[in-house]
């Protein structure tokens, strides 16, 4: 409703941040600089290092997202968060480097300087937003038409808007309120355009549609005459519980069950170059030494092929040979039976592989070969597929995007075996919203918190 409001403030808020870094830099600098003196070049690498980092960890963690900014004590917890992570990656840089004296006390005088400018800019913004909201100048008076389940869910959202509104209360007839209402009933529908104007309302949203009641057709012309707006909000909960996504062509509106950026192929081509270069960079970097030690190693303990190809379900339901390290003993069930906390067919060199993640590895491979994205739903055994659809609503949509070697529902803890439905469910859910919300800079944030939680260990991961 308020994209282009959030964007604006999302925009203002990044270039502040942005400002406050280069102006910390500035003061640490000039505070050191006698120490500094004939080091321009150092310099130049350390404000890089400071710019890039703030980026990776301020974007990645999600500081600016709508979420976050939306909520002053998550905006507040974001910020803490990610400018411990900044400070911690500072440090560790700079004492690896070769100027930790030279740089140990401006690095500090910068740190310092950016969260309590950070803070205080953060303070400043949510006392802005308070008087903002308070302000009669700058807020916009609304109302609802009709008293239903639309209703008050638009109430509720209308109540954590970005937006400066004040909801004024509903427009409807006696019978259709059964309850006690968080929001007067201003009058029925047949005086509501009146009582609007009486009470200096200038948006008016209706939850009937005029096939339900043709006096809308009346009540909308009435509000033009009283400049006031009158909205549509349509309804089709009878038959989808879920919000619909709107599209146009031309004139003509075209609701979808959910919004699909991927049906782009600009963003086809965006995620497939990132694909390419991921998977190049880690064959070239990782798996050129890495499949030597490996192969040897599987080899030496259990014999027999490296990799353990497997039958799994990809894009659009169709069938593709998944590779792997092999982890476990050959045996007649590794087709069907998934894998088990302390599964007895698991091998020593195997376990590590699982807990690291990098019996994933070859999957690289099959992202090369167009058959995996980096990022999507993990692809599951043909079987399970099958099975799995039969349980979950929905649960054939994920198969609408390539799976992936990691996805939202990975670094969101929900990976290895499934033994309740409630899990399935909620590995659905995040697969579901990883489509709905795709972006180059989630598949970043996917692939960075999926780096992490290699180093930090899974305890699903066995």
């Excluded at 964007?7 to 808020?13: H, I």
């Excluded at 992570?85 to 690095?107: D, E, H, M």
């Excluded at 038959?239 to 950026?261: E, V």
Aim: glycine share 4%.
């Amino acid at each position: 409703m308020n994209r282009e409001y959030f964007k604006s403030l999302q925009a203002f808020l990044i270039l502040v941040d942005l400002l406050l870094i280069n102006v910390a830099l500035v003061a640490a600098f000039t505070l050191n600089g006698t120490v500094l003196v004939g080091k321009n070049n150092l310099l130049l690498v350390a404000v890089m290092i400071i710019h890039t980092a703030w980026f990776m960890f301020f974007f990645i963690s999600g500081t600016y997202s709508r979420k976050s900014i939306i909520k002053f004590n998550v905006f507040i917890n974001k910020t803490l968060t990610s400018s411990f992570y900044l400070c911690l990656f500072l440090l560790f840089s700079l004492f690896v480097s070769a100027y930790t004296k030279l740089l140990i006390f401006p690095l500090l005088h910068f740190l310092l300087l950016l969260i309590l400018f950070l803070f205080l800019i953060r303070i400043l913004f949510n006392y802005a937003r308070k008087y903002f909201s308070q302000n009669n100048d700058l807020i916009t008076k609304v109302a609802i038409l009709g008293y239903n389940d639309t209703a008050r869910k638009l109430a509720d959202y209308l109540e954590d808007d970005l937006i400066n509104t004040r909801l004024v209360g509903y427009f409807a007839n006696n019978h259709c309120v059964t309850e006690l209402t968080n929001y007067p009933i201003l009058s029925d529908l047949s005086a509501a355009i009146q009582t609007a104007s009486s009470h200096q309302v200038q948006e008016i949203y209706s939850t009937i549609s005029p096939e339900d009641d043709k006096e809308i057709y009346k009540l909308m012309l009435e509000s033009e005459k009283s400049c006031i707006r009158f909205k549509f909000v349509p309804s089709l909960n009878a038959f989808y519980k879920k919000p619909f996504h709107t599209q146009f062509y031309n004139d003509l509106p075209i609701l979808s069950p959910f919004p699909d950026p991927l049906d782009d192929p600009g963003n086809r081509f965006k995620k497939r170059v990132l694909d390419i270069t991921v998977s190049l960079f880690v064959l070239i970097f990782v798996l050129s030494w890495l499949l030597p030690l490996l192969s040897v190693l599987i080899y030496l303990e259990s014999g027999g092929p490296i990799f353990f190809l497997q039958k799994r379900t990809g894009k659009s339901d169709k069938p593709f040979n998944c590779f792997k390290f092999r982890t476990m003993y050959l045996n007649p069930e590794k087709e069907h039976v998934q894998a088990k906390k302390h599964d007895v067919r698991v091998t020593k060199i195997g376990t590590i592989l699982r807990k690291t993640s990098l019996d994933e590895f070859p999957q690289f491979i099959n992202v090369l070969l167009g058959q995996m994205s980096v990022v999507g739903p993990r692809p599951h055994m043909i079987s399970h597929t099958q099975a799995f659809s039969q349980i979950v609503d929905h649960y054939m949509v994920r198969q609408l995007l390539k799976p992936g070697i990691t996805g939202w529902a990975q670094v969101n803890g929900y990976r290895g075996e499934i033994t309740h439905p409630d899990q399935l469910k909620m590995r659905v859910s995040n697969d579901l919203w990883y489509l709905e919300n795709w972006s180059v800079w989630l598949d970043f944030r996917i692939i960075f918190l999926t780096v992490t939680g290699i180093f930090k260990g899974d305890k699903n991961a066995y």
